[in-house]
């Protein structure tokens, strides 16, 4: 190539990057709206989903698996354009199941404008802390482990949970059918704690059945035989849907309880069956879409649950019981539901003005053929999901080892 010819090609590129440098702010916004696929532009080169929630102590693995879900949920919807032509960007902090550190991650979320969605933090009596935070600072969130409390006064904060009044109903028309006349409760003393002992009690009085009675439980308990002993009369008994619940199923095979134990969604964590061994055979839980680990084929499975959870295995492998043998994926897939929900009503709204947001959250309809839960989002009084999306299931032990059964299907 010749001096001039260099000059000249030299010259040409210089050109066309003056022309650009020079080019309208309207213009150039333009290019970014149609890079982005999508017609409407976020307006920044990235959106934050903050999450709060365990990922060490005793309660990590909901906290990670959270994460674990998230993430591949962030990364699918990334590959796809992410939102408005942003990419989303996960940033996590751990509670360490310390309310204080769940409201300080609250506030340091709202007060950083990147900050689209935030999810969590964890846990009813965290989220009570931390809710007049998100409002005030017009955030986003949505609450995948909340199970008691009323989210008809906020406008921002959203349910991605089965709430437990839904949970009991389920329960409750189980026990009813099996000719089960009395419940108890057996749960730490907390909030979460005393919203479902009122909603049990308010549930089975209303049916027909006897309230045995409420026994608050506490964190350093060694053992919970005593809170059995004293419902050993109660035909089923309700266990905690954390760390606690494990310890009341243990309790019951100890000491030869004959009744029902029965629970919400926590108690699908195989940790409950490793506590109990053989005790947890037959233990009840209402939870929502869970064919993990059934003995149908995946084949049966909806796609968007099969999708997220073969990717969860492939990436983070899945939780194994040492002592029983018993599996779960490493995922908390109505986690995941939270980005995919704020992801869509944000594409719907062509912003991610929380405002713009919110209202459209309030009419969203997303199929339960796409969701990473397999449930249907359908967002009532902010609600995500309806007692159709409420399953019952029973764990149970034979030849095959360990698997969940959908009862009534």
Known sequence: MTVTTGRKLLALASATLLLTACASKEERAGVEQAASGSGWSAGMPVVKVGLIGPVTGAFA???????????????????????????????????????????????????????????????????????????????????????????????????????????????????????????????????????????????????????????????????????????????????????????????????????????????????????AGDAADGAIFSATYYPYPGKEGRDTWKPGYRTHIEEIEKRFGKNTGPKTGAESPKAAEIAADCVLAYAKAAEQAQSIDPDKVAATLDSIEISDQETPSGNSISPDKHEFFGIDDIHVYQWKKDADGWHTVEIGK
């Not at 989303?88 to 199941?97: H, I, K, Q």
């Not at 340091?108 to 931390?130: C, K, Q």
């Not at 006897?210 to 089923?236: C, I, M, P, W």
């Open 61 to 275: 693995v909901a906290g990670i698996s959270m994460e674990n879900s998230v993430r591949v949920e962030i990364d699918r919807l990334n590959a796809e354009g992410g939102v408005g032509g942003a990419k989303l960007e996960l940033v996590v902090r751990d509670t360490a199941l310390d309310p204080a550190k769940g409201v300080q991650a609250a506030n340091e979320f709202a007060g950083d404008d990147s900050v689209g969605l935030v999810i969590g933090p964890a846990l009813s009596a965290f989220y009570n802390a931390a809710k007049p935070v998100l409002e005030n600072a017009k955030k986003i969130n949505c609450q995948p482990m909340v199970a008691t409390g009323d989210f008809t006064s906020v406008k921002y904060g959203y349910r991605a949970q089965d709430p437990v009044s839904l949970d009991v109903q389920k329960i409750i028309e189980h026990l009813k059918a099996e000719g089960i006349t009395s419940v108890g409760i057996v749960y730490e003393g907390d909030d979460a704690g005393k919203g479902t002992a009122a909603e049990i009690q308010k549930q089975a009085e209303a049916a027909g059945l006897t309230f045995a009675g409420f026994q608050e439980t506490r964190n350093d308990d060694q053992s919970h035989r005593a809170y059995v002993e004293n419902l050993k009369d109660a035909g089923a008994i309700w266990i905690s849907n954390s760390a606690g619940g494990a310890k009341t199923m243990a309790a019951a095979g100890e000491t030869g309880y004959k009744g029902l134990i029965v629970g919400g969604s926590g108690a699908r964590n195989i940790s409950f069956v490793e506590a």
